[in-house]
C-alpha cells in the first residue's frame, strides 16, 4: 500500500520543518551540491517511473521515502543550486482514467501522533485494518463484470492491468449480488502461507507480486501465488458497517476478517500487536486507521486525505550515509570491510557499522564515503548492507590494507602493519576455542599492547605482578589475579595449547608431541584417515613456519607438556 510515491517534492517541502541547521547540511562546493542534487533527483525520478508505469517496486518504500525527505533537504541547504532544478518528480502517468483517485496516505511516526489524530475526530467512527506489503490496484465492475483493473500511476492514470487480472484467480472476474457499477481499491499481494510479520519482515513480498505484475505473460503458478485485498468500495454505501456488509455478500470477505471498529489508541495496538506478531496470509508493513464515514469518492484526490493514516512498523530497511571505510583483519588474515554509517534506526537497533562480507564485493560495489546505503535487518537482528542506492558523485579516495601482506600464518608480532590481525590471534588464544583465559577480553589485550608489556605472541607470560599493576587501570588486585591466569596457562593440554596457536583442523587424528609433529610432511599428513591433500599440505606448513617453532620452543622452555 503505497504512500510517499505519490508527494510531489514541492509538498515534501513544505512537510518538513525549514529550520535546516547548517551542521546538517553536506560539507559540498556549489558545484557538488549541484551534482548530487542532479543524481538524487534522477534516481527518484527512474523509481517513480518504474513504480507509477511498469508496477515496478525497485526499493523499499521506507528507503523511497528516506531519499525523497533527503531531497528535500538537501534542497533547502542549497537553495540556490536547487532553483535550477525541477519542482515535481517526472509525472509517469499511465495511459488509462481511473474510475477513483487513488489518495495514498499520509504516515504518523508514533502512537502519539494517532492518538491525537484520533482525538481530533472524537475518536468515533474509527476502523483499523492491516497495512498490506503489496501493490495497489483499483477495480471496475460494471454489472457484477470485471471491466478495469488500474494501476495506481499518479493517483488518476495508471497502466491497464485488466489483461493480467483476468489470469489471477484472486481477482474475481465476477461479482455476485452487486449493484451495477462497483469501484474497488484494494492491494495485489504475494501469498505467504503462515508469514509472521515480527518475525519475517517483509520477505521481499512486494518485490515478488510487483516482479510478476511487470512481466509480459503470467504463467498459472505465479498468477495462484497473488491475492487480493479489498481495503475499501470507494462507490459503495456512506457507512462502514454497510460496505463491510456489501463487500461480503460479493464474497469478498477478506475486507470483513481484517476491518474492524476502534475506540481507543489501545484497540488500534491490539490489532497492531495482533497483527504483527501472528500469522498472515500476506505482508503487512503496518496498520491504517480510516474513518467509516468520508467524503463522496468524486471528490478524491491524488493526495493522502484527512479521513484515514497509517501508522506503519519499524523499519527494517533503512537509508543512510558511509562517513567511512574501515578494515578489519581476522586472526587468519582475512580482510572485511566494514561501513561506518550515520546511525539509523532498524526497529530497536541503532545501526553505526555494517559488514561488507568481503574485499572482492566492496570492490564489485565500490563503495565509498558520501555513498547512501541501504541496511536491512537479517533475520530481524543483525545489520545488513542489501544495496548501494546511489554513489556521490565525488568519489573518495580508499586505502585497502595490503592483502598480500596477510595470511593464515602471519603476523605473530606487533609490527607496523600487524596491529589488528596480532590483537586478533591474542583474543583466539585467549578465547573459548584456545586457552581458555578467564578476564582476558580485547580491552585487555591492547591495554597491555599500549604499555609496551606485549610485542611477541607469548611475551604475556613472562608479565609480573609489579609489571601488570603498573598498566593504567588495572592496580594490584587485578594484576594479581591476571598474573594466576597466565600462570594457569602451563598447565592447559598440548592439543588445546595448538589450537590456540592456531592449527588447523587435524580431523581428530592423535596428536603424540611437539618433536613427532614438527617433523611429519604433508604425506605422513594424508596417510592418517580423514587428511586430503588441502588439510595435509595446510598442517605440514604450520608445523614447519618458522614463527610458530620459534613459539614452541619459548613454551618448551617454559615447560609446557608437549614442547
Known amino acids: 500500500m503505497r504512500m510517499g510515491w505519490l508527494l510531489p517534492v514541492v509538498g515534501i517541502v513544505v512537510l518538513i520543518s525549514t529550520s535546516t541547521r547548517a551542521a546538517d547540511c553536506p560539507d559540498w562546493s556549489p558545484t557538488q551540491a549541484k551534482q548530487e542534487l542532479g543524481a538524487l533527483h534522477g534516481r527518484l525520478d527512474d523509481w517513480n517511473h518504474k513504480y507509477r508505469v511498469t508496477g515496478q517496486s525497485p526499493v523499499d518504500d521506507a528507503v523511497y521515502d528516506q531519499a525523497l525527505k533527503r531531497f528535500a533537504d538537501w534542497r533547502r541547504c542549497f537553495p540556490t543550486q536547487a532553483s535550477a532544478m525541477p519542482g515535481d518528480l517526472v509525472d509517469a502517468r499511465g495511459n488509462v482514467r481511473s474510475p477513483v483517485a487513488q489518495t495514498g496516505l499520509a504516515k504518523l511516526p ?6 491525537a489524530w484520533m482525538h481530533a475526530r472524537d475518536q468515533q467512527d474509527l476502523w483499523v485494518q492491516p497495512k498490506a506489503d503489496g501493490v495497489a490496484v483499483t477495480l471496475l465492475y460494471m454489472d457484477g463484470q470485471l471491466l478495469q483493473a488500474t494501476s495506481r500511476g499518479d493517483g488518476v492514470h495508471g497502466t491497464d492491468w485488466t489483461a493480467t487480472a483476468r489470469l489471477i484467480d484472486a481477482i474475481p472476474k465476477h461479482l455476485p449480488n452487486a449493484p451495477r457499477r462497483v469501484v474497488l481499491q484494494g492491494e495485489i499481494y504475494w501469498r505467504i502461507s503462515g508469514h509472521v510479520q515480527a518475525n519475517d519482515g517483509g520477505a521481499n513480498a512486494r518485490s515478488a507480486v510487483a516482479g510478476a505484475l511487470a512481466r509480459e505473460t503470467l504463467d498459472a503458478d505465479t498468477a495462484a ?4 485485498f479489498v481495503w475499501d ?13 456489501g463487500l461480503k455478500a460479493m464474497g469478498l470477505t477478506d475486507s470483513v476478517t481484517y476491518t474492524h471498529a476502534v475506540q481507543t489508541l489501545d484497540d488500534v495496538k491490539r490489532w497492531r500487536e495482533q497483527w504483527y506478531r501472528h500469522a498472515m496470509p500476506f505482508a503487512a508493513d503496518g496498520t491504517v486507521v480510516r474513518q467509516g464515514h468520508r467524503p463522496l469518492a468524486t471528490t478524491w484526490q491524488a493526495a493522502p486525505p484527512a479521513w484515514a493514516v497509517a501508522w506503519k512498523y519499524p523499519a527494517a530497511s533503512a537509508l543512510t550515509e558511509v562517513r567511512a571505510v574501515t578494515f578489519t583483519i581476522g586472526r587468519s588474515g582475512r580482510i572485511t570491510p566494514v561501513l561506518e554509517l550515520v546511525p539509523v534506526q532498524l526497529d530497536d537497533h541503532r545501526v553505526q557499522r555494517v559488514s561488507v562480507g568481503s574485499v572482492a564485493r566492496w570492490r564489485k560495489l565500490d563503495i ?8 536491512v535487518l537479517a533475520g530481524l537482528t543483525i545489520p545488513k548492507l542489501q544495496s548501494v542506492v546511489w554513489r556521490t558523485k565525488e ?23 600487524c596491529e589488528q590481525q596480532f590483537r586478533a590471534r591474542l583474543l583466539w588464544l ?11 577480553g580485547a580491552g585487555t589485550w591492547q591495554a597491555l599492547i599500549d604499555a609496551g608489556l606485549i610485542h611477541d605472541l607469548l611475551d604475556w607470560m613472562s608479565l609480573t605482578p609489579a609489571q601488570l599493576a603498573a598498566v593504567p587501570g588495572f592496580g594490584p588486585t587485578r594484576a594479581n589475579a591476571l598474573a594466576q591466569t597466565f600462570a594457569s596457562a602451563r598447565q592447559r593440554p598440548f592439543a588445546r595449547w595448538l589450537r590456540a596457536l592456531g592449527m588447523p583442523a587435524t580431523g581428530g587424528a592423535e596428536l603424540p608431541d611437539w618433536a613427532a609433529l614438527s617433523t611429519r610432511s604433508s604425506s605422513d599428513w594424508q596417510a592418517i584417515d580423514g587428511i586430503g591433500p588441502v588439510r595435509g599440505s595446510r598442517l605440514a606448513v604450520f608445523f614447519a613456519r618458522p614463527e610458530l617453532r620459534a613459539q614452541a620452543a619459548r613454551l618448551h622452555a617454559a615447560g609446557v607438556q608437549g614442547f
Open 110 to 115: 508514533d502512537a502519539v501522533a494517532l492518538a
Open 225 to 228: 501465488q497473488i491475492g487480493l
Open 233 to 245: 468500495w470507494p462507490s459503495g454505501p456512506a457507512d462502514m458497517p454497510a460496505r463491510l456488509a
Open 368 to 375: 565509498r564515503p558520501g555513498d547512501q546505503v541501504e541496511v
Open 395 to 417: 568519489r573518495a579516495t580508499v586505502t585497502l590494507p595490503d592483502v598480500q601482506a596477510h595470511d593464515p600464518l602471519s603476523c605473530w608480532q606487533a609490527v607496523p602493519g
Open 430 to 440: 585467549g578465547g573459548k576455542q584456545g586457552l581458555q583465559l578467564d578476564g582476558l
